[in-house]
């Protein structure tokens, strides 16, 4: 079956603009998850949801940093006035359930901040 | 938090032989230890997990095992094939949820 897609592969931007970040996760998983992966770096944890709510945001840097699932399938990452040091590889993973391990990653969106 | 440790942050090894890729972590609470491998411009691929209650877990030419008392996990991938050459990043998990990951080993597999 279709794997998580993740929408755009890539993004440039200018310094303080608004970006949409979207994932679609595997059809039926329940838990969706946000990481961030800078150049050279593992991916770093920012926000998991199981359905539609938020069960755990405490990765996320700071306040220009929000994340939706109001149906609880696709999830947007929205981060306001962006800066360049947010420039990094944005990847979103599914899983069946929050606390099942298995999580199953997409291919990431490359968000350039110029 | 937790803190992953990965060595090496590069690995070259010929065509045949076995590359082995160690991790610690620091949360004795951790019982979740995934190896993912991440192909240039792709996300990471789950090729193997371990959880606390198991020592040693093998899936043809992958293998992982794990120090509870030393808090250590390692990667063995035996009879290597260029289309291993990859990044693998291990990580550990204590809710299932958060992920903390490695820095990552940039593996080659010389023909």
């Known amino acids: 079956g279709a794997g998580v897609s993740q929408t755009p592969s890539n993004k440039v931007t200018e310094k303080g603009k608004y970006v949409e970040l979207r994932c679609d996760p595997i059809?039926?998983?329940?838990?969706l998850y946000w990481y961030r992966q800078s150049l050279g770096q593992g991916p770093e944890f920012l926000i998991y949801?199981?359905?539609?709510?938020?069960?755990?945001d405490s990765g996320l840097p700071n306040d220009r940093f929000f994340a939706v699932r109001p149906e609880g399938s696709v999830s947007t990452l929205k981060i306001q006035r962006t800066e360049r040091g947010d420039s990094a590889v944005y990847l979103c993973?599914?899983?069946?359930?929050?606390?099942?391990?298995?999580?199953?990653f997409g291919p990431g969106t490359r968000l350039t901040v110029l | 938090g937790e803190n992953v440790e990965q060595h090496p942050s590069t690995l070259s090894v010929q065509e045949g032989d076995s590359a082995v890729i160690k991790c610690t972590y620091s949360?004795?609470?951790?019982?979740?230890f995934p190896w993912y491998k991440q192909e240039l411009g792709k996300g990471p691929q789950l090729i193997i997990d371990?959880?606390?209650?198991?020592g040693e877990k093998k899936d043809q030419r992958i293998a992982v095992t794990l120090n509870k008392t030393a808090k250590h996990f390692s990667l063995h991938i035996t009879e290597t094939q260029p289309e291993d050459s990859a990044v693998y990043f291990c990580?550990?998990?204590?809710?299932?949820?958060?992920?903390?990951f490695g820095t990552g080993t940039s593996l080659t597999v010389i023909p």
């Open positions: 993973a599914s899983s069946w359930t929050s606390g099942s391990n298995e999580q199953f």
């Open positions: 059809s039926g998983h329940t838990a």
């Open positions: 949801f199981q359905g539609t709510g938020a069960a755990d």
């Open positions: 949360d004795s609470a951790s019982n979740y």
């Open positions: 371990i959880r606390s209650n198991v």
């Open positions: 990580a550990a998990s204590i809710t299932g949820n958060q992920f903390y």
